[in-house]
């Protein structure tokens, strides 16, 4: 049965003789994973006990307070599974996920009242043969005529790509070439099947010389970017690359792990990060391809 956040820290403190039975920052490992849950916990309103000082395990219940200012209270195994493979905005809040939900529809009933009596049911029709339609054939789906027809694998800058809007990708792309003296200006790379109704995919960063293409990931704002769903288009888009022989780097920031065997984990981009992907170009095409590019 789960206990208040206080009796349970109350009980903790007895049972190990001490006034701080977890520091702070015992269990931001189990944690780091959950930014959203990070987000929704606030120690002001569970008696100032910070959330890396609970167990996820701990069979407490915890207020919690979503970016819509719900009010709710849940052990921390409930939030964690919460979600289950959908990860939407609404997912960690029990109120906007059952406002998100449709409602059900209300059943038929057979008989009508009438003035509080049974209305007479009307005879029902003579029952008809059953006919067998055929199937509707699956629309098609429709490639975006736009994308030049290229070989599989060149690199060309396409007017259907979205415009970067991160502040660090801007910077990554600066300083990484500032350091590379390769081809810019190219920012997607035709590909052999059809990705998003396009046959063209779009890294953040393309290294046409060395056939690499670099991308920058967060879990954004609201802790929903490349996760779930979103994890699984990325491997789609890096099978689309290296099929079109081209290699991917993912520099996996915000505690998210790597997808392929060459992405990077880094807490922040910086010059020893940029030093980090130079090491790994070198790793995936060699010294002396790599090397003659580097200013």
């Known amino acids: 049965m789960p206990e208040r956040v206080e009796l349970w820290w109350a009980r903790r403190q007895f ?3 001490t006034d701080i039975p977890y520091p702070v920052g015992t269990y931001r490992g189990a944690w780091a994973s959950f930014p959203a849950l990070i987000r929704q916990y606030h120690p002001e309103l569970n008696a100032g006990i910070v959330l890396t000082q609970i167990p996820p395990a701990a069979d407490v219940l915890l207020r919690w307070q979503c970016e819509s200012g719900h009010l709710f209270a849940a052990t921390p195994d409930e939030q964690r599974n919460r979600p289950g493979r959908e990860r939407r905005r609404s997912a960690w809040c029990p109120e906007c996920a059952a406002l998100a939900r449709p409602a059900a529809a209300l059943p038929m009933r057979d008989v009508v009242t009438v003035a509080g009596r049974p209305a007479s049911t009307p005879p029902a029709s003579p029952a008809r ?10 629309p098609r789906l429709q490639v975006c005529p736009k994308t030049p027809d290229l070989p ?9 790509a979205p415009k970067p809007a991160s502040r660090i990708e801007a910077q990554l792309r600066a300083d990484l070439f500032a350091r590379l003296s390769v ?6 790379v035709r590909v052999a099947r059809p990705f998003f109704e396009h046959v063209e995919v779009w890294p953040d960063i393309l290294l046409p010389e060395l056939r690499v293409a670099i991308e920058y990931d967060t879990t954004g704002r609201h802790g929903l970017e490349h996760v779930g769903r979103r994890a699984d288009a990325d491997r789609r888009k890096d099978r689309a690359l290296r099929a079109a022989k081209w290699e991917v780097i ?6 998210l792990t790597p997808l392929g065997p060459h992405d990077l984990e880094m807490s922040a981009w910086s010059r020893k990060g940029l030093e980090r992907l130079i090491d790994t170009l070198r790793d995936i095409r060699g010294p002396l391809l790599v090397d003659p590019y580097l200013s």
């Open 250 to 255: 993912r520099i996996r920031t915000g505690n």
């Open 15 to 17: 049972s190990k003789s």
């Open 183 to 188: 081809t810019q200006g190219l920012n997607a």
């Open 152 to 160: 599989v694998g060149e690199p060309f800058h396409s007017i259907c």
């Open 129 to 138: 043969p059953a006919v067998l339609r055929p199937r509707k054939p699956k």
